[in-house]
């Protein structure tokens, strides 16, 4: 894997909160990429004046501040799948995340926006569906059909999406295919199924990613993390949120 710096030895500075999926994506494309950056953990819910300015205003992680660049200052990234881009297009040539062509960096896209639209919010909608009923059988259901249409979209071959190399999609989902299995497997008894379809191929992917160094390097401890995530989204899975 090869390492660059970003500017002159001057580190990325990177916002994160430990549990948060979206800030596992941009900490794991840094670490792909083999970049320097300054780990920051953050609590986004406190919206204090110097979070508010750090994070453009929106008091969210991941955030991404880029050495300044001669006269032009420092540059500040929000929003987890912008950052994946942004990073990409720091270090083009540094283990791309993009492959080179356009029909597929489109497909990519595609795939991305389907993790964002038909996965993640029906994975939040049912881990806070605390009481049985129609409307956390819809989004059980919601979640299920929009993994098993990723699952049908792998390579055959994988292990990755896109077949031998990680791209920026297998980064998009990791996070929360985890949280999917941790939580969902937790609060819900929800089991991704691994028979028919396209289920065996999600299977083997979710193991491939989760035997990666970078996602086990952003696990923090991982002895401890699984209990602490679930730990962490109780009051989600009871419908409370922060
Ligand atoms: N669309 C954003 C979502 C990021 C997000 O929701 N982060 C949560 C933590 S997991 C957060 O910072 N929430 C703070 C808030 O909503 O005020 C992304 O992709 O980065």
């Keep these: 894997m090869k390492h660059t710096q970003a500017s002159d030895g001057i580190p990325?500075?990177?916002?994160c909160a430990w549990y948060c999926p979206f800030a596992q994506r941009a900490w794991m494309a840094l670490l792909h990429k083999g970049l320097d950056f300054e780990y920051i953990e953050v609590d986004p819910y406190r919206e204090s004046q110097w979070w508010l300015e750090i994070s453009r205003g929106r008091a969210m992680v991941?955030?991404?501040?880029?050495?300044p660049d001669g006269d032009a200052g420092p540059t500040t990234v929000i929003d987890s799948t912008r950052i994946l881009e942004y990073l990409e297009d720091l270090v083009p040539d540094c283990n791309p995340l993009y492959p080179d062509d356009a029909n597929t960096r489109a497909e990519l896209r595609f795939w991305i926006d389907h993790v964002n639209e038909r996965?993640?919010?029906?994975?939040?909608?049912?881990?806070?569906?605390e009481q049985p009923g129609d409307s956390r059988n819809a989004s059980r259901q919601a979640l299920l059909e929009g993994l098993r249409a990723f699952g049908e979209a792998l390579s055959p071959s994988g292990p990755f999406f896109a077949g031998t190399e990680l791209t920026a999609v297998d980064l998009a989902l990791a996070p929360f295919a985890y949280r999917i299995d941790t939580l969902l497997g937790h609060y819900r008894a929800f089991a991704v199924p691994s028979s028919g379809d396209g289920w065996p191929r999600?299977?083997?992917?979710?193991r491939s990613m989760c035997d990666t160094a970078i996602f086990k390097a952003t696990l923090s401890d991982p002895d401890s993390y699984r209990q602490r995530l679930i730990e962490h989204y109780l009051p989600y899975s009871q419908g409370r949120e922060q």
């Excluded at 991941?62 to 050495?67: A, D, M, R, T």
């Excluded at 994975?123 to 806070?128: G, K, V």
């Design 12 to 15: 990325l500075k990177f916002y």
């Design 62 to 67: 991941p955030v991404i501040v880029s050495p």
């Design 119 to 129: 996965i993640v919010p029906h994975m939040y909608r049912f881990l806070r569906a």
């Design 202 to 206: 999600y299977q083997r992917w979710f």
